[in-house]
């Protein structure tokens, strides 16, 4: 199950996330976004969590907790696979039209 966490602080840890939802259950993977030029944490990341119902108490529990100062925003997101194959399906490019001859 992946989870979305949001409006976290720029001196959250990859550690402080792991430790508020491994108490849940096993957490797969932790991903804290961050710019890519000056490394600084943008505030939201994912976490994967191995089982489903244990990632959903943790939505539930965890939604509007707090965290370093900041009250979270915590729900589930769709599985990674699902949303490349949706941005996928986006960006393909429109069938080439012949030129037009005249």
Known sequence: ?????????????????????????????INVMRDEI??????????????????????ADLHHSTLKGSTLIVCETAPRIERRRHLQKQASPSPARPARQG
């Not at 976290?8 to 108490?23: I, M, P, W, Y």
């Not at 000056?38 to 939505?59: C, H, N, T, W, Y």
């Open 38 to 59: 000056s490394e600084r944490v943008l505030g939201f990341g994912f976490i994967e969590m191995a089982d489903s119902a244990s990632g959903r108490q943790a939505v």
């Open 1 to 29: 199950m992946v989870i979305f966490v949001g409006n976290f602080s720029a001196n959250t840890t990859e550690q402080d996330l792991l430790d508020k939802f491994e108490r849940y259950g096993q957490v797969d993977a």
